[in-house]
């Protein structure tokens, strides 16, 4: 059975222990978060989970009805990419000189939409953000041309196609109930 590449996004308040409750479900099933970051939510007090993993969507469906059923657990969904807008931002540190030691590092920034965060006479740093692929591209790029002395990526950042969020639906019907 083909694996695929699931977004996982929950929300919930913001609790001690509760990483190491949801990392404790993916554990269990031995199942391997590709990344994982965590935020704030545009809802006030709520805080937003983005995990990726690849997976069957069957085990991705119990994975995330057991993330639900945790009393701090507001609410968990699952997204494939083509429900999300979604991106990952990435570091490179490269050393001075051999940097310079191209000639023009101009047509590098352009093809790959680089930003330069730092510049000093010892090192480079640039910023990179796109899907894992471009931030990938870029790496192995300098990584073969002058050598990566520091590397670092995020986790995916990933919002839904969707008007709003999710959990603001869920949310106004509950809100329905409390009368």
């Known amino acids: 059975m083909e694996k695929t590449l699931y977004t996982i996004t929950v929300f919930s ?3 001690v222990g509760l990483l190491g409750q949801i990392t404790i479900i993916f554990t269990r099933r031995a199942l391997n978060i590709e990344t994982l970051s965590v935020s704030p939510s545009a809802l006030n007090g709520i805080h937003k989970f983005t995990i990726t993993l690849f ?27 083509d429900d ?23 047509s ?29 591209q870029l790496f192995d790029e300098l990584s073969q041309t002058v050598g ?7 986790g995916r950042v990933a919002i839904t196609k969707s008007k709003v969020e999710r959990l603001s639906d869920m949310l106004e019907s509950m809100k329905k109930f409390e009368v």
């Open 13 to 15: 308040e913001n609790t």
């Open 148 to 154: 990566v002395l520091q590397f670092i990526r995020s």
């Open 55 to 81: 997976s069957t969507q069957d085990v991705v469906e119990k994975v995330v009805k057991q993330i639900d059923k945790r009393v701090d657990i507001l609410k968990a969904y699952y997204n494939t990419d």
């Open 108 to 136: 590098l920034i352009r093809k790959h939409d680089i930003h330069i965060l730092e510049m000093n006479e010892d090192c480079v740093v640039f910023e990179k953000t796109g899907h894992y692929t471009e931030t990938q």
């Open 84 to 106: 999300l807008v979604f991106q990952e931002i990435a570091l490179y540190k490269v050393a001075t000189d051999k940097l310079l030691s191209l000639g023009s590092i101009e």
